[in-house]
């Protein structure tokens, strides 16, 4: 598979492509979680292992993610967001790729661990990967799930939380507090590990001590930023919901396909 750092400019890329034909949309979602998706795609086993993209509006970069490693169809992405088409800009029960999305937040962790826990009772060694997002945290059936993931001993769910301070709202901590997050999955039976979510090796030394813990779930804290990785968006950018004008989208386009050459890509 592609090296880890440039599937995820790769991702970046593919994401402003998508985005781009309607001047908007969830490209800072893809941003903050493009090396943890990366990560993800790099370390689960194809058809065994699952992945559940909590929040609707990431799914662009399983999309994405899913092109570059010959999973969907390139031309399938040109349909991003239209009418009618599966590959929906928020998530449905229609998105490929998945195993489960949602639109509604909270939800995503609640249905991982009723995989992982259908996956012990049919005996299966498949390991269950969740992307949630920090906003998550304000929803109790969150914390329902978690604490039946810590009660069962679940090790097969490692959750991947996007800790990038934003909300549609605002910044989550103006919302409500969530810190310590790491102390709090902690507390409620979780082995926590905080991270650079943006640190490609850091990531994936995660998600091997993750997949040798055997005594209860894993959840990675990755604090990331909603415009990691492209320096051309204008200091104001609303991370949320990325305006992109014809004229920043050329140079985005520019900035990540310089970035790849570079990497050597």
């Known amino acids: 598979m592609d090296d ?18 309607q001047g908007f949309g969830y490209l800072g979602q893809a941003l903050s979680s493009a090396e943890q998706v990366a990560s ?30 010959g999973l969907m169809e390139e031309a399938d992405l040109g349909r991003y967001g239209q009418d009618g088409s599966p590959i929906e ?14 639109g509604s937040l909270g939800q995503g962790l609640s249905a991982a661990v009723g995989l992982a826990l259908g996956d012990r009772f049919n005996g299966s060694e498949a390991r269950t990967y969740a992307l949630l997002s920090d ?28 800790a990038n301070n934003s909300q549609v709202d605002g910044p989550v901590d103006t ?26 090796v850091a990531i ?32 104001d950018a609303d991370g949320h919901f990325i305006k992109l004008p014809p004229d920043l989208a050329a140079k985005a386009l520019a900035e990540l396909t310089d970035r790849l050459e570079h990497q050597g890509a």
Do not use: N
Request: proline share 5%; aromatic share 6%; glycine share 6%.
């Open 89 to 102: 800009a928020i998530g449905t029960e229609r998105s490929p790729v998945v195993d489960y999305t949602c």
């Open 204 to 235: 994936g030394v995660a998600l091997e001590q993750a997949s040798r813990t055997s005594d209860r779930p894993t959840v990675l804290v990755c604090r990331t930023s909603t415009v990691h990785g492209l320096d051309c968006l204008p200091d």
């Open 40 to 69: 993800v795609f790099g370390h689960a086993r194809p058809g065994l292992d699952r992945l559940v993209c909590s929040p609707g509006h990431y799914i662009v970069a399983p999309f994405a993610a899913a092109v570059e490693l």
């Open 175 to 200: 919302i409500t507090t969530l810190e310590p997050i790491t102390d709090k999955w902690e507390s409620f039976g979780w082995q926590a590990i905080e991270i650079d979510g943006h640190d490609d």
């Open 4 to 21: 880890v750092a440039a599937l995820a400019t790769k991702i970046r890329l593919r994401a402003v492509q998508m985005i781009a034909p």
């Open 135 to 162: 906003g998550e945290m304000q929803e109790g059936q969150l914390w329902e799930a978690a604490l039946f993931a810590a009660h069962h001993r679940l090790s097969a769910v490692t959750a991947l939380l996007d």
